[in-house]
């Protein structure tokens, strides 16, 4: 059994909890395949729900509360997992949960395999109807599983949101291969008054933030 992945650009729709989200539609992917919603067959995907991360089936980080199957697509809600009581350090899933609330990434991908006689080569009526580029449909698919999609990150935004400590340095080399600036933090000789000493005392100033303040400046937007 081959297991193929359908990714959407989805519209999600994002809470401080979950989302909900289109997860697949009616129309032709990038490998000119098309899968047909009421064709879908989500029984032993929703005995165990889990959304992953990039189909990584050792990063899941939450799971499916509902899936609708409508006549062009099919939407789901999902919930993110929370953080367990005494647990400390990065948990991923928050992680996830903050770079769908903000916009970062917007995609969803499902993992699926076909259906005995569940798929046919592409009809003339099929070119007309999605595109000279479909070769396959699938009137008939087993859904396995259900991923947030990273493809659809924006390396800049990412980045932002390094620096405001959502993702760290070291998560974000690893799951999108973007190494975010380091900090830089100059020091400079300040003259303070001490009891004991009238010497002068080091201060490091926060070179990266007077420089995005500066740039933000330029720009007309307001900086806090």
Not at 21 to 39: N, W
Not at 55 to 65: C, I, L
Not at 126 to 152: C, F, M, N
Request: charged share 25%; no cysteine; glycine share 8%.
């Amino acid at each position: 059994m081959t297991t193929k992945t359908k990714a959407l650009a989805a519209d999600i729709s994002s809470t401080a909890k979950g989302f909900t989200a289109i997860i697949t539609a009616e129309t032709i992917d990038r490998d000119g395949e098309v899968l047909i919603p009421g064709g879908m067959n989500s029984a032993t995907f929703e005995t165990n729900p889990v959304l992953f991360w990039n189909h990584d089936y050792e990063k899941p980080v939450g799971r499916a509360t509902s899936i609708k199957r409508r006549e062009k697509d099919i939407v789901a809600e999902f919930i993110f997992a929370k953080r367990p009581d005494g647990y400390s350090g990065e948990f991923f899933p928050e992680v996830a949960a903050a770079l769908v609330g903000q916009g970062i990434v917007k995609g969803v991908s499902v993992g699926y395999t076909s259906e005995p006689g569940g798929t046919r080569r592409a009809s003339e009526v099929d070119r007309k109807k999605y595109g000279d580029g479909v070769h396959t449909v699938y009137s008939r698919w087993k859904l396995l599983e259900i991923s947030l999609a990273p493809l659809q990150a924006n390396p800049e935004a990412l980045i932002t949101a390094v620096k405001k400590g959502i993702v760290s340095p070291v998560a974000a080399k690893r799951l999108f291969g973007i190494e975010p600036p380091r900090r830089v933090s100059i020091v400079v000789p300040i003259a303070v008054k001490r009891a004991d000493s009238s010497a002068a005392a080091a201060k490091p100033i926060d070179a990266d933030a007077i420089i995005a303040r500066e740039i933000a400046r330029a720009r007309g937007r307001l900086w806090s």
